[in-house]
């Protein structure tokens, strides 16, 4: 994955005739998102080797009897584990490398967090496509070696997209384009021997099933990433770019809330719902941040009203900040998510309710009540400040009495120091963040500041007062929610348009092989009618005209006339085609539904931590070989579920859900959209 700027040697895709980027990004450009996405590549080997080794040790240790061997696999067990956690750690670091993604412009601002993009593993569809459509569509696989390259071109692209909405719009086609190829060769009976590999985000684990269902997830989430990434590129020093970046952060909660709601009991740590759920607040804390940075970036002038507007602003930010911190601390999440990212969340919401301790000190402080002031919009506005006031102190008293004015100011100082120096100790004690030097100038200027106007206060002996700064009420004018994705915007053509209209030629749907028929003109009659849309079907069949001695039977779809293909050709040009022929023999080429068979559970072989590896194992260790697809795995029930929305099953992945008997599939209309394999099985 590389960056996309191309003054750094790495140029933007460009949009093909056929409506989608062919290309990515330059993958040896050497810029600073390249080497962090190669690190993470190297890392994720690395992990799989020290995963594949804990899981030999593991069946080792079940297996022998004998002490000896036993003491030696428990000792080498300890230093794979040891190996483990910090490859975990190294990961972690490059989670946290945020000054990589930040605006090349000298800015004054906490870093933001971006997500860093899924690896992949290379796909070969070739084979698997062409000997499909020949066995279920009766077609010659090579006649379509270019639709099946242009897959393949376009998901490598996707593993390397532009940093800017060219990337993004990649992505989206890979995803959409991926809709149809699960309708036309994924059959909801069996599997295409085709095996899809992606790494954590976090754990930098493998996943690895044969469902077209991961794919499509590990799409989305990157794209998600890839909306963060941008938020991030944003210059802050501007309207226009703190905009984009509001912009930018709510569209990404938008893709990983749709992910959510969309792929549920998904394998991979980094999209399970309780992840994706801290990632999406985390997402719009981001972008509540950048709309307080908006609001103040003309400056913030030192007049009441606006100075109570911020104070509700920065606490807002504060207070989701904590919430996110609060998330991040939760199980299961607390394991995976980088230990840097809570601190950072925790830091921030320690500094930003510093400023508005602050903001609000600035008011009591500066601003007596004038005899020209309107005491009454004071009064107000101060109140809504606060949930409760010290005892014996009433707003109206505070705005008249000069003394408790000074005092109560002076608490939300001491309050705001508080908060800062707490800001500063937690950096402190963070490793990864103590390393990053903006955010060290921002927490200390800020403190400083406060500790100046605490100063600057008159010299009076604060002992005798014991009023307590009460919490600050948070507010905002500007509510930010998530933006869903809009699929519909993005124009994609199906690549195997020619294997006919999605709604009759899918993988669902089987047929028989065309059948050629030889029709004779019988006094100016076919001997049958043609309904419907594309392709016309055979109704009205008269039992005794030629056409039907000849094999042709009620209900056929007419795919050739002539040899020309007509898959696409409705009922008035068809007959165009009949009467163009004359009085000669036409010759037709036709196709008869079979019954589809009953529907099974999908399988899939998954690899993730904390389940069983073997049958995993054996298949990481072929993915280098080809995949014998005449071998059958025994149907297992499925103990978990992954596809779209189960309301009847738990939405966590840490939750085993049994099957439900009795349950019926529910039929839908056929779109690129519909997820065919609803439910899959992990071993």
Not at 66 to 88: G, H, T
Not at 412 to 424: G, N, P, S
Not at 514 to 540: D, M, N, W
């Amino acid at each position: 994955m590389t960056d996309a700027l191309p003054p750094r040697g790495c140029q933007a895709a460009e949009p093909a005739e056929d409506g989608y980027f062919r290309k990515g990004c330059n993958p040896l450009a050497e810029t600073g998102r390249s080497k962090l996405q190669n690190q993470r590549a190297v890392l994720n080997q690395q992990i799989l080797r020290a995963v594949r080794m804990r899981a030999g040790a593991e069946n080792l240790l079940r297996a022998t009897t004998n002490n000896k061997v036993r003491e030696q696999v428990l000792l080498e067990l300890s230093f794979v584990n040891s190996d483990l956690q910090i490859l975990k750690e190294e990961l972690e670091g490059l989670n946290i490398s945020v000054e990589v993604y930040q605006n090349t412009e000298e800015t004054f601002s906490i870093p933001l967090v971006p997500l860093g993009l899924k690896e992949t593993k290379e796909v070969d569809f070739t084979l698997p496509l062409k000997d499909f459509i020949l066995e279920h569509y009766s077609e010659d696989g090579s006649e379509y070696e270019d639709e099946i390259a242009d897959l393949m071109d376009l998901r490598q692209a996707c593993r390397t997209p532009s940093r800017d909405e060219a990337g993004i719009e990649m992505l989206i086609s890979y995803f959409l384009q991926l809709g149809y190829v699960e309708n036309r060769f994924f059959p909801p009976t069996r599997h295409m021997g085709i095996l899809f590999t992606w790494y954590d985000s976090f754990t930098g684990v493998p996943v690895c099933q044969q469902n077209l269902l991961l794919e499509k997830a590990s799409i989305l989430f990157n794209t998600g990433a890839l909306y963060t990434q941008i938020g991030t590129r944003c210059n802050r020093q501007t309207q226009a770019g703190l905009e984009n970046a509001v912009d930018a952060f709510q569209r990404a909660a938008g893709v990983l809330s749709y992910l959510k709601e969309t792929f549920t009991h998904t394998p991979s740590y980094d999209m399970s719902p309780a992840m994706l759920n801290v990632l999406v607040k985390m997402m719009l804390a981001q972008a509540q941040e950048c709309v307080f940075e908006q609001i103040g970036l003309p400056g913030i002038r030192n007049e009441f009203f606006t100075l109570v507007k911020m104070t509700q602003e920065v606490a807002k930010v504060g207070e989701v900040y904590m919430l996110v911190n609060t998330a991040m601390n939760q199980e299961p999440v607390k394991e995976n998510i980088p230990y840097s990212w809570s601190k950072l969340a925790q830091i921030k919401s320690d500094h930003y309710k510093a400023l508005a301790h602050y903001f609000i000190a600035t008011i009591l402080c500066d601003h007596e009540l004038q005899s020209g002031d309107d005491e009454d919009q004071q009064e107000k506005a101060l109140s809504q400040l606060y949930d409760y006031m010290p005892e014996g102190l009433m707003v109206l008293t505070i705005l008249k009495d000069k003394v408790q004015r000074k005092q109560l100011g002076k608490a939300h100082l001491r309050k705001a120091i508080v908060y800062h120096e707490e800001a500063l100790r937690v950096c402190g004690l963070c490793k990864k963040l103590r390393n990053i030097d903006v955010l060290q100038e921002v927490l200390t200027a800020a403190h400083k500041r406060s500790l100046l106007k605490y100063a600057q206060q008159e010299t009076e002996d604060d002992f005798l007062s014991l009023i307590q700064a009460p919490d600050i009420l948070p507010k905002t004018e500007h509510k930010i929610e998530t933006i869903a994705p809009h699929f519909s915007k993005v124009k994609v053509k199906d690549f195997f348009h020619r294997l006919g209209p999605l709604t009759v030629f899918s993988a669902k749907q089987r047929w028989t092989a065309p059948r050629t028929i030889r029709i004779h003109h019988e006094a100016g009659e076919l001997g049958f009618s043609l309904k419907g849309g594309s392709p016309v079907q055979v109704y009205c069949l008269d039992p005794v005209c030629s056409a039907a001695s000849m094999g042709l039977k009620e209900g056929d779809y007419i795919v050739s006339v002539g040899g020309v293909d007509c898959k696409w050709h409705g009922v008035n040009e068809v007959l165009e085609k009949f009467k163009s022929m004359g009085e000669q023999p036409i010759e037709i080429e036709v196709i008869s539904c079979q019954d589809t068979a009953a529907s099974m559970h999908s399988k899939s072989a998954t690899y993730s931590v904390g389940m069983q590896k073997t049958y995993s194992l054996i298949c990481l260790a072929m993915e280098e070989d080809k995949i014998d697809q005449s071998k059958k795995v025994p149907l297992k029930l499925p103990f978990l579920s992954w596809g779209t929305k189960n309301r009847q099953k738990a939405a966590s992945t840490l939750c085993l859900p049994s099957a439900v008997a009795g349950s019926s599939q529910i039929k839908k209309k056929l779109s690129p959209f519909t997820l065919l394999n609803t439910e899959s099985s992990l071993y």
